[in-house]
C-alpha cells in the first residue's frame, strides 16, 4: 500500500473571517494539534501552518485523515461540534496537487497581498514546531527545503518578491490614504509582534511620522520604538492614548485584548476615526462601524493595493510559477527515486543470499587467501549486476516511467511491495 501526501486547507478564498478565526491556532495551539495528530491518528509527517489567512494540515498517511483533523483542531479550540466550520476546509488528497498547494503558499503566490514576505517565515516557523514534535520526516524535510531553494530562486531571478507589497506595506498605505485630509495624523499601534513590527517599520517609508507603540512587554515597545523613530508607550497608557489618535491599529490577539464598541462609544469626539485590526481572532469590535464618524477595517479590508511594486510582482508570477514547476520536477523525481531505494536493496540482498549460499558449497576446500579472492571477485561482479538495473531504474524516474519497471524487478525476484510515501 502507498501512503500519499495530503493537505487539509481552510483560507480567505473559501472561508470568512469569522470562521478563519475561530480555528486560528497561534504558536502553543500549532504545537498541541501536532502532538494531538500525532496521538490519534497514524499521520507519520505532519505540518501545521496557521496565519491570519490560513489554517492548514499537511499530512502524510495512507487513510483520509481529515475529518478526524478537524475535530482535533476543534477540540484545541475548544468547541465540541464541527458543523460550523466543516463545510469550509478542503482536502487535498493528490500528492502532487498537495505538495504543488504548499509551494504555492509558502512562496505567497496564495496570499491576499500576493507575493507577502510574511508567509515563507511562518512556514519555517511551523517546519520548526513539526522538527520538534518529531512529525518531519525525510520527505518533509526534503520537501521544505526544496521550497526554500526555490524561494531562493524566484528572489533572485524574478521580480515577484520585489517593492514592498505585504500586508503590512499595504496597512500604511491605507493609512494615508484615510488621513490625506489631516494635518500630522496620530497613530497608535497596538502589539509588536511580527506583523506589529513590519508595519512600524514601513511607516519609516511613509509622510506619516507621528507614531506611537504600546505592548505589554513595554521593553519590546521601546526598542521597537527606537528603531523606526517612534515613541513608546505604557501598555496601562493605552487607553488614554486611544483618545488623542486618529488612527489606532491593533495587532493583538482577541482572546487577550479587546476594543468594544461600548468602550469606544464613551470616548465621544475623542475617539479615533479608525481602527485597523490585523489580529486574529479580531480585536476590535465590528459594530464600531455603527458609531458617527468611526471606520473599522479587518485584515479582510487590507487587499493588495494598487502599487508599482504590485504590479511588478503580478507581472513576474508566469516566471515563478515556472521556477516552481522546474523544482517540483526535481523534487518528484527525487520522490521517486526513494520509491526505488527499497526494492534496489532488496533486489542486492536477494542476490547477496545466492552469493553467500553457492559461494560456502565450494570455499570449504580452499585456503584462506583463496578464500578471500572469491569473496573479491563474487561481490564485484554482484554491484555490476546491480548497478546495470540501478542506472535504469534512475534514468526511468527522469521520464516518469520507474513504476512499471519497479513492478517487474519485483514480479522477477519475489520482492516484498513496502509502502512508501508519495
Known amino acids: ?226 528603531q523606526c523613530n517612534a515613541r513608546a508607550i505604557y501598555w496601562e497608557k493605552v487607553w488614554e492614548e486611544m483618545r488623542q489618535a486618529d488612527v489606532v491599529i491593533s495587532s493583538v490577539p482577541g482572546d487577550c485584548f479587546f476594543i468594544s464598541a461600548e468602550q469606544v462609544a464613551q470616548m465621544g469626539e475623542k475617539a479615533p476615526a479608525f481602527f485597523l485590526d490585523l489580529s486574529m481572532p479580531r480585536s476590535v469590535d465590528g459594530n464600531l462601524n455603527e458609531l458617527a464618524n468611526t471606520a473599522v477595517y479587518n485584515i479582510d479590508n487590507i487587499k493588495n493595493r494598487a502599487t508599482e511594486a504590485l504590479e511588478k510582482r503580478l507581472a513576474a508570477i508566469p516566471a515563478a510559477k515556472a521556477i516552481i514547476a522546474d523544482e517540483m520536477a526535481n523534487f518528484q523525481t527525487w520522490t521517486r527515486e526513494m520509491q526505488m531505494s527499497p526494492a534496489l536493496q532488496q533486489f542486492k540482498n536477494r542476490l547477496e543470499e545466492i552469493r553467500q549460499r553457492e559461494v560456502a558449497r565450494f570455499v570449504k576446500q580452499l585456503g584462506d587467501g583463496e578464500k578471500e579472492l572469491v569473496e573479491t571477485i563474487t561481490k564485484n561482479i554482484l554491484n555490476k549486476i546491480v548497478k546495470m538495473p540501478a542506472l535504469e531504474l534512475k534514468a526511468a524516474c527522469q521520464r516518469g516511467e520507474s513504476e512499471a519497471m519497479l513492478e517487474g524487478l519485483s514480479a522477477l525476484f519475489r520482492l516484498e511491495q513496502e509502502p512508501q510515501l508519495a
Open 1 to 226: 500500500m502507498q501512503t500519499s501526501f495530503k493537505a487539509l486547507t481552510l483560507s480567505y478564498k473559501q472561508a470568512p473571517i469569522a470562521v478563519r478565526e475561530a480555528v486560528s491556532l497561534n504558536e502553543i495551539g500549532c504545537r498541541n494539534l501536532l502532538d494531538k495528530i500525532k496521538e490519534f491518528t497514524l499521520a507519520q509527517e505532519v505540518l501545521v501552518l496557521s496565519t491570519c489567512n490560513r489554517t492548514e494540515v499537511y499530512y502524510a498517511a495512507s487513510e483520509d485523515y481529515s475529518q478526524e483533523i478537524i475535530k482535533l483542531i476543534a477540540m484545541e479550540k475548544g468547541f465540541i461540534s464541527t458543523s460550523d466550520v466543516k463545510p469550509y476546509f478542503l482536502h487535498i488528497d493528490q500528492p502532487e496537487a498537495a505538495v504543488q498547494h504548499l509551494f504555492q503558499v509558502a512562496l505567497g503566490l496564495e496570499s491576499q497581498v500576493v507575493g507577502d514576505m510574511q508567509i515563507m517565515n511562518q512556514v519555517k516557523n511551523a517546519y520548526q514546531w513539526a522538527a520538534d514534535a518529531g512529525m518531519a520526516g525525510p520527505y518533509l524535510h526534503r520537501l521544505l527545503h526544496t521550497i526554500f531553494f526555490t524561494n531562493k530562486r524566484v528572489v533572485n531571478e524574478t521580480a515577484f518578491k520585489d517593492g514592498a507589497a505585504s500586508v503590512s506595506y499595504a496597512t500604511v498605505e491605507l493609512v494615508e490614504e484615510l488621513t490625506r485630509h489631516l494635518e500630522n495624523p496620530r497613530v497608535l499601534m497596538l502589539g509588536v509582534g511580527e506583523i506589529g513590527a513590519n508595519v512600524a517599520d514601513n511607516f519609516q517609508k511613509s509622510t506619516i511620522q507621528n507614531l506611537t507603540i504600546a505592548n505589554r512587554t513595554h521593553h519590546k515597545a521601546v526598542e521597537l520604538a527606537k
